[in-house]
Structures are given as structure tokens and as C-alpha cells.
């Protein structure tokens, strides 16, 4: 065993972990380029493929999502974190090709049909589960892993890589997209719509194909690379597998304190099963309200739809603008990544949720003024990156945290099931939401949509202020005993 513990060991095993991150964010904004392609793709059907169907087909990988968090509690303590997370490698894989060629040998390339369109949808799903299971199981690993003086600051790397697969997959459709243009989609009543002459063939033909089959480099790259990381220690002491664990704990934190860590985990582990409701019912509540704020508060809302809502604001690019949005995103999701040990979970979350009320009550006060753009542009950017150094990455950090280690599986897989549920609402309300008018032309949507997102980021404040737990510097133990102690 060794004497000193191995730092670069660590963050090699960290690294390849957040590659499942990066996969969550690729999966879930690859959409957002490739929507009005496949939206004008499928119009070849006829007038069935409505606004409704459309809307459909680019959230159904969310119920892939609520489906693969909700086994991740099933799987993950059964078969292990590593070899859940192989799993949702393999789906991602399987997901990118097939959305990229969804007729494969059974269907004619090229002619759309209801038959096309569900199998399409099918393939979603799939990629849906896998991004399920990343986004549950990949920051229960890294958190299982870290040390708890730095747990913190790897967890938000997850969220980091979130961010950063979204601007990746941002700039890869830019640049498939090229010199060619989307299509245009003109309305013309009851949620049908037409294409409108002279719209580029190839961005309905073959442009949308490209965007999401460039996710199988990705999503096989991690596949095979999670094959070489350990299972958690916290895990295999759980199936009794301790000398496993205490040399994956020995090349982390070195040997002496690797015996500490898990005589400390034995403790807690005594059990390898207890009822979810064994600490009580604040401690799953906790968790649930923390998945569902950070839903509630709108942001993928922003994420989804940015080039249409930048469209809409009429800039003359809104490709171009997502991208510059996500260089802001990422950036300030590395103030959370260097702050969260010094400050501390509760603060960045606060600061954060009050950050982004600003930001939305900017944008409901200013959308659709063509005078104040450039201020309601600022405010949209405000918004989201209060939120990347808040919400986005703190909710994860304690997610992994705050559940006591025999019912961490199943305490995730019912909270992050809930973060999905609730992004789903969001995703599937917005443009609803957003185009009400009460008389023609008068906005009231707009600012309705964002003046609800600003309150419910007030309220997102006060629930953290007075209910949350600072768990900065403490041990996953330790969660143990503080749920004992509140109950």
C-alpha cells in the first residue's frame, strides 16, 4: 500500500468521470442545433406533424432521463457505480448512431413517416436513460471517491464538464452547420406549419444527422475508459469486499489514513441495508426540494431554446450568441469550482438564487422592447451565470453529499428522478408559458414566463437559508450522524 496518497491518481479517475458529465450536457443541447432541421425533416409527413408532436419529439429524451434516474438507486447498488456507469456509456453510444441514422436497414433513408418518427424518438429515449443514470451516478462517484477537503471542489468539476459538453456540442453545431443555414418555419395556424421556399436541403436532409451522430466519439471514448477507474471504496465496503476497498482508499488518501476512513465507513455500513426513511423524512425532503429548485428556477428553459429566444430578441446570429452564452456559463461555473471549499455550499447558493430573481425580472421587464436589447441580452446573462455558480453546480455537490451512505443509492435516484420530472415540466411549459397573450401582440407571456422564474429563485433562497445543511468539511460519515441527530 502506498505511504503518501496519490493525487494524480485521483484526478486521472475524476477526469474520466466527469467525461460521463460532458455526456449529460452534449445529450441533452445537441437538440438545440439540430431541432428546426429535424423539425422540417419530419414536416414531410404533412400537416401531422404539428407544433405539439415537434415539441414532443425534442424533450421525449426526458423521459429516457426520468427512467434512467430512477433505476440509477436499482442499479447502482446492485451491480456497483462503475458498472452503471458502462451501461450509460453503451446507451449514449447506441443513442447517437441511431438518432443519426434512425431508418438503419429498415426504413428507406430520407422519407419521413409516424413510423420514422417513433422509432427516432425511441433511440432518444435510450440516450435519455443513459444521460439518467450519468447524471445520478457520476457525481455519487466522485463524491464516494474524493477526499472531504476537496469532495467539494471535484464534484463541481461534474457540472463543469455539464457546461462544458453543452458549449462543446454549441460549437460542433456551428460548425456542421458551416455555410449552410436552417430552415425557415413559417406558421400558418393550429400549431401546423410549412417550409418556407428556398430553405437549405441539406439542414433537412443531412445536417441534423451529422449533429447527433458526433456524439458517438464522445460517449465510446467514455465507455472504454470507465472500464480502467476502481469501484468506490464506500461501495465495496458495503458487499464486504473491504481489502478492495482499503487499497483503493490507501492509493487516494494513503495508507494510515486509509485504515481511518474505513474503520469510519464500517460504522455506517454495519447495515448494508436500511428503509429510506430511516433518518427521517426532512433528510429525503432535503433532497428532493434541492433537485426540484434547481429545475423550478427555469434554466433549461434558457438552455433548450437560446438560439429561437435569441431569435426572437433579434440578433442577427443567435448561433453565434449560444455560443458566446456558453464561454459565460462555463465561466462562472468555474468561480463555484475554486470557491465551493472556501465559502461554502449554502452561500453560493443564496448569492446565487438572488442573482438570478435579478436576472429574470430584467428579462420580464425588457423582452420584446426592441430599445432596451442589449439590457435585457445582459440580463439573460446575468441569470445564467448566477445560476453556473450556484445551482447548476452546488446541487449536484450536495446531492452527493447530504444522504447517509446506506440509503445514498435509493436518496439519489428519488432526488435526481425529480430534478428530470421538473426539467421536463419546465422544458415542456416554456413556450406555452411564453406565448400567452391575453390581447394580440401585448407580451403578457414574456414577462409572466420570467417574472414567475424571479420569484421562484426568491423562494429557492429562503428554502436554503433556513432548511439546508452546510456540509462543507465534513465527512460522507458524518451525514450520517447529523440525520441522526435531526431526526
Known amino acids: 500500500m502506498e505511504k503518501e496518497g496519490n ?37 414531410k409527413m404533412g400537416n401531422v406533424y404539428t407544433d405539439t408532436l415537434h415539441g414532443f419529439t425534442c424533450s421525449s429524451a426526458l423521459i429516457g432521463c426520468i427512467i434512467g434516474s430512477g433505476i440509477s438507486g436499482w442499479l447502482s447498488t446492485n451491480f456497483g457505480r462503475k458498472k452503471s456507469l458502462i451501461i450509460a456509456g453503451c446507451l ?25 418518427l417513433i422509432v427516432f424518438n425511441i433511440y432518444r429515449v435510450i440516450g435519455g436513460v443513459g444521460v439518467g443514470l450519468a447524471s445520478a451516478i457520476c457525481p455519487m462517484y466522485i463524491g464516494e471517491i474524493a477526499p472531504s477537503n476537496i469532495r467539494g471542489m471535484l464534484v463541481s468539476w461534474n457540472q463543469f464538464a ?75 465496503a458495503m458487499i464486504g469486499q473491504d481489502q478492495k476497498a482499503e487499497t483503493v482508499l490507501a492509493r487516494i488518501n494513503g495508507s494510515a489514513k486509509a485504515k481511518e476512513i474505513l474503520s469510519e465507513i464500517k460504522n455506517t455500513v454495519a447495515e448494508k441495508k436500511e428503509k429510506l426513511l430511516t433518518y427521517g423524512w426532512m433528510c429525503i425532503f432535503v433532497g ?66 438572488l442573482g438570478m430573481a435579478l436576472g429574470a425580472f430584467g428579462v420580464a421587464v425588457t423582452f420584446g422592447n426592441p430599445s432596451l436589447e442589449l439590457l435585457c441580452m445582459a440580463s439573460i446573462m446575468v441569470y445564467s451565470a448566477s445560476f453556473m455558480f450556484s445551482w447548476g ?36 411549459s416554456f413556450v406555452p408559458l411564453f406565448n400567452i397573450e391575453l ?24 428554502f436554503v437559508w433556513k432548511m439546508v445543511p452546510e456540509t462543507k468539511g465534513k465527512t460522507l460519515e458524518d451525514m450520517t450522524k447529523l440525520w441522526k441527530e435531526h431526526k
Not at 177 to 195: K, R
Not at 330 to 342: D, M
Not at 396 to 405: D, H, K, Q, T, Y
Request: charged content about 10%.
Open 7 to 43: 493525487k494524480s491518481y485521483l484526478f486521472s479517475i475524476v477526469l474520466v468521470a466527469v467525461l460521463g458529465g460532458l455526456l449529460f450536457g452534449y445529450d441533452t443541447a445537441v437538440i438545440s442545433g439540430a431541432e428546426k432541421g429535424l423539425q422540417a425533416f419530419f414536416m
Open 92 to 116: 449514449f453510444f447506441i443513442s447517437a448512431l441511431g438518432s443519426m441514422r434512425p431508418e438503419s436497414f429498415i426504413f428507406t433513408k430520407g422519407e419521413a413517416s409516424m413510423s420514422l
Open 162 to 236: 455539464i457546461i462544458f459538453g453543452q458549449l462543446v456540442v454549441y460549437f460542433v453545431n456551428f460548425l456542421i452547420l458551416g455555410d449552410h443555414t436552417n430552415p425557415v418555419i413559417e406558421s400558418i395556424g393550429y400549431g401546423i406549419n410549412q417550409v418556407a421556399p428556398g430553405s437549405d436541403p441539406w439542414t433537412i436532409e443531412t445536417g441534423w444527422r451529422y449533429m447527433f451522430g458526433s456524439e458517438a466519439l464522445p460517449a465510446g471514448l467514455f465507455t472504454l475508459l470507465i472500464c480502467f477507474v476502481p469501484e468506490t471504496p464506500r461501495y465495496l
Open 288 to 353: 428532493i426540494m434541492l433537485s426540484v429548485f434547481q429545475q423550478a428556477v427555469g434554466i433549461n428553459a434558457v438552455l433548450y431554446y437560446a438560439p429561437r429566444i435569441y431569435a426572437d430578441m433579434g440578433m442577427e446570429d443567435p448561433m453565434m450568441v449560444t455560443v458566446f452564452n456558453g464561454i459565460v456559463n462555463i465561466s462562472f461555473t468555474l468561480v463555484a469550482v475554486f470557491t465551493v471549499e472556501k465559502l461554502g455550499r449554502k452561500p453560493l447558493l443564496i448569492t446565487g438564487s
Open 393 to 428: 453546480p452546488i446541487c449536484w455537490v450536495l446531492i452527493a453529499e447530504v444522504f447517509p451512505n446506506t440509503i445514498r443509492g435509493a436518496a439519489v435516484a428519488i432526488a435526481v428522478a425529480f430534478q428530470w420530472i421538473f426539467n421536463w415540466i419546465v422544458s415542456t
Open 439 to 462: 390581447t394580440p401582440g401585448d407580451g403578457f407571456g414574456h414577462w409572466f414566463t420570467y417574472g414567475l422564474y424571479g420569484v421562484i429563485c426568491v423562494i429557492a433562497a429562503v
